[in-house]
């Protein structure tokens, strides 16, 4: 079992930056695959970015340029930067790690852009 605990969120102004991380506990030797989700109000929950446990990231087209996902030396904790926010990633942002049999996701953290 595994365990993610997500910390960063909070209100932002278009044009900001705001830091998420995710730390996870447990059994994680079989994790290969690190990632953020995010669902606004009314949608459905979408890929972020992922990074591979040979550090490969993938980005939704909509967040490319803006976010860098990153891992922790540890290998137990992601993390994203998110510059020249927007108010369209307004959402609860969700920490995933999976590996070849089971996902994991953390409870989720709001972030907010707004003016």
């Known amino acids: 079992q595994v365990e993610l605990v997500e910390s960063g969120g909070g209100v932002v102004q278009p044009g900001g930056s705001l830091r998420l991380s995710c730390a996870a506990s447990?059994?994680?030797?079989?994790?290969?695959?690190m990632g953020w989700y995010r669902q606004a109000p009314g949608k459905q929950r979408e890929l972020v970015a992922t990074?591979?446990?040979?550090?490969?990231?993938n980005y939704a087209d909509s967040v490319k340029g803006r976010f860098t996902i990153s891992r922790g030396n540890a290998k137990n904790t992601v993390y994203l930067q998110m510059n020249s926010l927007k108010p369209e990633d307004t959402a609860v942002y969700y920490c995933?790690?999976?590996?070849?049999?089971?996902?994991?996701w953390g409870q989720g953290t709001q972030v907010t852009v707004s003016s």
């Open positions: 447990g059994n994680i030797f079989s994790i290969n695959t």
């Open positions: 990074i591979t446990s040979s550090s490969s990231t």
């Open positions: 995933n790690f999976r590996s070849r049999s089971s996902w994991y």
